[in-house]
């Protein structure tokens, strides 16, 4: 048995591992709360929400269909839901329905949501920079989205997917 596996031969973090990791869970566990703080203060709406405004305002026509968008904002269909719900209230976004086969309602960001979208952005960008962007070197940046991308890829690979291809209709766009 080596200093790094237990009586059963599975394999234990090294030092430098238990290092890295807890620092990823900090990291993991920090970082949205911040966000959403700013967020909450700015605009009254929490990360998720936020997230669920950005997808739409990407999306062509600002429409997404529900299934699509809870995969784009990372969150389920009911947690999706709630959110749209509260948006809804602020008349940031609207829902229809889809006849036909395969029902499906659609999430629409309004030319209020836009407009609230354009307002807050700004202010949300200036505290990713804050807390991401300039703490890190450009090279520490450029290793941390590559091993996200990775984390993510091994995670779930359909939202790798989808995440892939939101960056590349950004790029297109």
Known sequence: MTDHQDETGEAWLSHDQQRDWASLVALIMTLPGKLDAQLKHEAG???????ILVSL?????????MSD????????LSRLSHAVSRLESAGWVERRSCGGAGRRTEAILTEAGWHELQRIAPSHVREVRRLV????EADQLEHLGA????VVSAADPALADTLSAAIDRRQAG
């Not at 305002?57 to 269909?65: E, I, L």
């Not at 962007?133 to 890190?136: E, F, G, P, Q, T």
């Open 45 to 51: 709406i929490n990360f998720f929400e936020y997230s």
């Open 57 to 65: 305002s990407d999306a062509p026509d600002h429409v997404q269909g």
């Open 69 to 76: 968008l809870a995969g784009l904002a990372r969150g389920s």
């Open 133 to 136: 962007i300039d703490a890190l």
């Open 147 to 150: 091993a996200a991308r990775r």
